[in-house]
Nanobody
């Protein structure tokens, strides 16, 4: 079973930046897609950004142009660089790995954007 360990997050001011990192272990020989989702209080979990094993990114409209997802397939890591943060970006962020339709999730890391 794929294991995902997240790091980063914390508190940022509006307009600030944060970086999230995720390291995966027990990856199958043929890697799947990796990405980040988030869940704000009282809301459903939503996609933030994903990246295929070939490096093709996909972003939610709400973060496109502000967030960048990057992946190191050799090291099985994925990073999310978050710039121009807004209070509405406040949420628990979850690392995700998807292989043949099966999802694995990290434990989540809190991101709070507040002045």
């Amino acid at each position: 079973q794929v294991q995902l360990v997240e790091s980063g997050g914390g508190l940022a001011q509006p307009g600030g930046s944060l970086r999230l990192s995720c390291a995966a272990s027990e990856i199958p020989f043929s890697p799947g897609a990796m990405g980040w989702y988030r869940q704000a209080a009282g809301k459903e979990r939503e996609l933030v950004a994903t990246i295929s094993s070939g490096g093709r990114p996909n972003y939610a409209d709400s973060v496109r142009g502000r967030f960048t997802i990057s992946r190191n397939t050799a090291k099985n890591t994925v990073d999310l660089f978050m710039n121009s943060l807004k209070p509405e970006d406040t949420a628990v962020y979850y690392c995700n790995y998807n292989f043949l339709g099966v999802d694995s999730w990290g434990q989540g890391t809190q991101v709070t954007v507040s002045s």
